[in-house]
C-alpha cells in the first residue's frame, strides 16, 4: 500500500471509532463530553510517560482511561453537587486537566516525548511513517494496528451492550426500573470514549478527535430516527469525511486533518440542508404547500 492509502485507511479507522461512541454521546446530549475528554485525558498521557519511560500503546490507555472517568465523575460530581450547569462544569474540568498536562509537558520537556501541538493538530501525514515489525518484515503503521484495534473493541462493546445503551440513552429512569444499572453503563461509555481520543491522539490529533466524536453522529442523526441505521450512517459519514479530507489536503497542499474536519462539517451543512425529515428546504416546500392546500379554502377579504 501506498503512503497516501495508509493515510485514508487511517483516517477512516479513527473516524469509525469515533463515530461509534460518539452517537451514544449525542443522542444523550453530552456531545461536548468528547471534547472534555479530548482535551483532559493528556495529563494522564504525560503522567504514564513519567512512570513507564516509553509510549508503548498499553501505559498510555491506562492513562488515558483512568484521567477520562476521572472527568466523567468531576462533570457529573460538579452539576450534581456544585450548582453547575452540565456545559459549566465540563468547561470548569476540561480546561483545569489538560491546563495541568500542558504544565507537565513543559516541566517534564526533557523527559516526556511529547508535543502538546502535536496532541491538537496531530501528524497523520507523518503516522504512516511509525511502522510496526513483525521480526524483519513490516506489517503497517503502527496507527493502523491501534485503531484497528480500538475499532473492533468498540463494536464488540456495543454489539454486547447494544440493549443497555440504547435503554440508557433514550430513558435512563425507565432503564434504572428495570435493573439496568445507569452509571455504571455511563462510565463504562467515557471509559471507552477515553480510549478512542488517546488511540487518535498521535495521528489525527485532538481537534479533529473532537469533530469526528461530534459531527458525524449528529449527521446521521438528522438522516434517521433508528439508532442501528444511527451508528452504520455516522461510520459512513465519518469515512467519507476521510477520504474526501485527504483528496481535498492533497488538491490545496494543506493539513488533512483540517481537511478532514472541513468535509465533516461540510456533509452536516448537506444534510441539515436537504435531509427528507429534518432538511430545512423539505421543511420549506412543505410549508409552501401546505399553505396552497388552506389558501382556498380561506373566505376572500370583504366577503
Known amino acids: 500500500m501506498t503512503i497516501g492509502m495508509w493515510i485514508v485507511l487511517i483516517g477512516c479507522l479513527a473516524s469509525a471509532s469515533c463515530a461509534l461512541v460518539g452517537c451514544f454521546l449525542v443522542l444523550q446530549r453530552q456531545a461536548m463530553m468528547g471534547d472534555a475528554i479530548s482535551h483532559s485525558v493528556l495529563p494522564g498521557i504525560v503522567i504514564a510517560f513519567l512512570l513507564t519511560g516509553s509510549r508503548n500503546t498499553l501505559p498510555m490507555l491506562v ?155 449528529n449527521t446521521a442523526y438528522l438522516l434517521t430516527d433508528r439508532l442501528s441505521r444511527m451508528l452504520v450512517l455516522s461510520v459512513l459519514v465519518g469515512m467519507a469525511s476521510s477520504v474526501g479530507g485527504y483528496f481535498l489536503a492533497a488538491w490545496l497542499d494543506g493539513s488533512t486533518a483540517g481537511a478532514i474536519s472541513v468535509v465533516s462539517g461540510l456533509l452536516f451543512v448537506l444534510a441539515a440542508l436537504f435531509s427528507p425529515a429534518h432538511g430545512a428546504i423539505p421543511k420549506y416546500f412543505a410549508r409552501r404547500r401546505a399553505i396552497r392546500g388552506i389558501a382556498p379554502e380561506l373566505p376572500a377579504a370583504g366577503a
Open 63 to 217: 492513562g488515558a482511561g483512568a484521567l477520562g472517568l476521572i472527568t466523567a465523575f468531576l462533570t457529573n460530581a460538579l452539576e450534581r453537587h456544585g450548582k453547575l450547569q452540565s456545559d459549566a462544569s465540563m468547561g470548569v474540568t476540561f480546561t483545569w486537566l489538560f491546563a495541568i498536562g500542558v504544565i507537565l509537558v513543559s516541566a517534564f520537556a526533557g523527559q516526556v516525548d511529547l508535543d502538546a501541538e502535536c496532541v491538537l493538530y496531530g501528524e497523520i501525514e507523518n503516522a504512516p511513517l511509525n511502522v510496526v515489525f513483525m521480526g524483519d518484515t513490516p506489517i503497517g503503521p503502527r496507527a493502523a494496528w491501534i485503531l484497528g484495534a480500538i475499532a473492533i473493541a468498540n463494536v464488540a462493546f456495543i454489539t454486547l451492550g447494544y440493549r443497555q445503551l440504547k435503554l440508557c440513552a433514550f430513558d435512563p429512569a425507565l432503564a434504572a426500573a428495570i435493573g439496568i444499572n445507569v452509571s455504571l453503563w455511563h462510565y463504562l461509555l467515557m471509559g471507552f470514549v477515553s480510549l478512542t481520543t488517546v488511540g487518535a491522539f498521535e495521528s489525527v490529533g485532538a481537534i479533529l478527535v473532537v469533530a469526528l466524536l461530534v459531527v458525524p453522529p
